[in-house]
């Protein structure tokens, strides 16, 4: 890593690194966010800026890789959490509103895999679309995840299980 390639307030970070990866942090983000492509360029920019600013430190505890989809992971959770509770206000104040809730786009997929994958629970969900899509291994999915190792094996374990019975079904 060149010092010219660091960035300034999170020295362990290369820009030719986050930029290597950047496709799959996207793609990422899109599946977190029902694949709108608008709220995915949001978390994405919102995670660049935690990264520049120092907000988010890397510490080399994990691959860059893994933290970095954890940060994603962890803004998408927040701003989820921020939107919930402003439903539940709006619920409180003006109950008779929700008929005018937007709810989001959803993929246009006819792949039958896809559709079962999205069947799962979010969980197993996340580790299959992690370990599948993301190339991570269960250890760094499970990192992204908040989860331990072992509850990351499981959920993968179940989740392998359960594709294949839905798969072994639709033929």
Known sequence: MRDSDVLVNNPHVSRSALEAMHGQVF?????????????????????????????????GQSSLKTFVFAVVQNLSRNR???????????????????ADVVQPDEPAEDNDVW????????????????????????????????????????HYDRAKKALRGRLADDR
């Open 27 to 59: 793609g990422w983000a899109l599946s977190r966010c029902d694949f709108n492509q608008a709220t995915a360029e949001d978390l994405v920019q919102q995670a660049y800026v935690e990264l520049l600013t120092g907000k988010a430190r890397f510490d």
């Open 80 to 98: 989820y959490r921020r939107l919930a509770a402003r439903m539940r206000l709006l619920g409180k104040v003006a109950p008779e509103s929700g």
């Open 115 to 154: 559709k079962a994958v999205q069947a799962l629970p979010a969980r197993q969900r996340d580790i299959v679309e992690l370990v599948f899509c993301r190339d991570m291994t269960i250890a760094e999915a499970s990192a992204v995840m908040g989860v331990t190792t072992g509850t990351g094996r499981v």
